[in-house]
């Protein structure tokens, strides 16, 4: 089941949602001249060695690499959770760089969304609760009508007053990206969202993710290491020794996985040497 398409949103591309930020950038992530190291002197790993991109808004963005190449570094920088040693980062036109802690995590609470590979859903908690949970944390008016949309858009229409043991891991992924959506967030960052569940209910929980991003206009950000997985996004972003080293736009899955071992293989690639 995925979400009813939104004609609104395809007609007016990738801009749409800059009122909400005020800053009318085309961009929901910009990131310049990002380095992020870790250790010093002889400890001293370079996981992010010079990054430059710019996500538009509503766009669905891969980043694919091999183990140590700077992905899991890569989102955690996006996404505000790391800031870089060099650098700037911007969400929404946001500038993160200089931000304190705490402002840190109100700009998570109200304009971010996560979806993880181990779910991460409180398991204290019923099926809506869970999906309220972001506005609850962040002081946010409880909209007990907006979880029931967004249930039944993942297809957990009447599943509401269930708690998380109830419920299949694909069940539990749907409820995540219900969760992830719920304040209209700028962004969904996604780690490995299918790590965890079998081919069918993997392709059908991507299947949510893309039509996020076509039909209510989100911007997806999705680590994986699954070339099946970045195949239903815009674009594909490869990672290797902190540094961006290709990028395709949207292709078939055995292109992706053709384009990594190439990648992996080619004379100038160096072993990883950051997470």
Do not use: W
Not at 133 to 147: S, V, W
Not at 245 to 269: E, F, K, N, V
């Amino acid at each position: 089941m995925g979400f009813r398409r939104n004609r609104r949103h395809e007609s007016e591309g990738t801009d749409h949602r800059s009122a909400g930020t005020g800053t009318g950038t085309a961009y929901a992530v910009e990131l310049r001249g990002v380095r992020r190291s870790y250790g010093r002197g002889a400890t001293l790993v370079h996981a992010l060695r010079g990054i430059d991109v710019a996500l538009p808004r509503g766009s669905f963005t891969a980043v694919m690499g091999p183990s140590g190449s700077g992905k899991s570094t890569f989102l955690q920088c996006a996404a505000g959770l790391d800031l870089p040693t060099e650098g700037s980062v911007r969400l929404g036109g946001t500038e993160l760089t200089g931000m304190n802690e705490n402002e840190l995590t109100e700009l998570r609470r109200s304009r971010l969304g996560f979806v993880f590979q181990a779910f991460n859903l409180m398991p204290a908690l019923t099926v809506e609760q869970n999906v309220l949970l972001p506005m609850r944390l962040g002081g946010i008016r409880q909209d007990r009508a907006r979880a029931a949309e967004l249930l039944a858009r993942v297809g957990l229409e009447g599943k509401g007053r269930r708690r998380p043991a109830e419920l299949s891991g694909g069940q539990q992924q749907r409820v995540a990206i219900a969760r992830a959506l719920v304040t209209r967030p700028d962004v969904v960052f996604a780690d490995e969202p299918t790590g965890a569940l079998d081919t069918t209910t993997a392709s059908e929980v991507l299947g949510l993710l893309r039509d996020a991003v076509d039909s209510l206009g989100a911007t997806v950000v999705m680590v994986t290491h699954d070339p099946a997985a970045a195949a239903h996004a815009d674009q594909v972003l490869f990672l290797a020794d902190g540094l961006i080293a290709d990028r395709l736009p949207r292709s078939p899955a055995t292109t992706i996985a053709t384009r990594m071992t190439t990648l992996t293989t080619s004379p100038g690639y160096r072993t990883p040497t950051a997470a």
